[in-house]
């Protein structure tokens, strides 16, 4: 870590100290809580509880059922997805800080939105992974957030981190593509390099944000062809794709 990164971070502990700062609206906590969140920020997290895609879990804009549109495109290797909240106004600058500018330590509150959803499922999880980055561009960002998350989740459940899986290639940022493009974008660029560990097992995804699910289906393909009995991906916010499907 340069010096110029050290006096960053430690504006940042200062701006957004660790259990005293509400990590939403800024606001000093009244009391501690693993959120790291006042009560009015949590009571109105838009969280994704019922009116879901079964398979995605995105949550419907009106009242609906069934699979929505981008899983009726997609033929997925994952059996489902879940998030715990919108991608919305109130989450996108958590997430962003959490993703771009080293708030590193948002890792363990967003982990807590994480578990909770987990214990609402009835998966058998033997191991969680992560969406790995490729070396060069998990050197810029300092750290890998999905790892931090998966490390933190694995420390509330007691699930061991399945380490052994690669970014073989960088690939562009996701955010602008199309659905076909994004699947374009990550075809073939993850490896399994311990098989032998996954074999039969049940394993869980760890990522920030599920928009079409391009990225945890590669990596689902990569674990079921290495041996992985089921997948499933678990993050802390569903975007949802707003393009034509």
Known sequence: MNVFTKIKQ?????????????????????????????????STLPFIKHNF???????????GSGTCLNCKATNFSFEFARSAVNFDDKVIPVIHKFKYA?????????SYLLYDTLLTQDWKIDLICYVPLFSKREKERGYNQSRELAN????????PVFD??????????????????????????FK??????????????????????????????????????????????????????
């Not at 080293?102 to 967003?110: G, I, W």
């Not at 933190?152 to 699930?159: F, G, K, P, V, Y």
């Open 192 to 245: 399994v390099t311990n098989k032998s560990r996954i074999k039969n097992l049940n394993i869980l995804i760890i990522d920030d944000v599920f928009t079409t699910g391009s990225t945890s289906n590669e990596i689902s393909k990569e674990l079921k062809k290495s041996g992985a009995n089921k997948v499933y991906v678990l993050t802390v916010a569903h975007a949802g794709f707003k393009q034509k499907i």
């Open 102 to 110: 080293r708030y590193k330590f948002l890792a363990e509150p967003l």
């Open 164 to 189: 052994d899986i690669e970014r073989t290639r960088d690939t562009p940022t996701q955010t602008k593509l199309s659905r076909k493009e994004r699947q374009e974008n990550v075809k073939d660029c």
């Open 53 to 63: 895609c079964i398979r995605c879990g995105l949550k419907f804009e009106k009242d």
């Open 152 to 159: 933190n989740l694995s420390t509330l459940s007691n699930i």
């Open 10 to 42: 430690i504006i940042i502990d200062s701006f957004y100290p660790k259990h005293i700062k509400c990590i939403c609206c800024k606001e000093e906590l009244k009391s501690r809580n693993v959120y790291d969140m006042c009560e009015d920020c949590y």
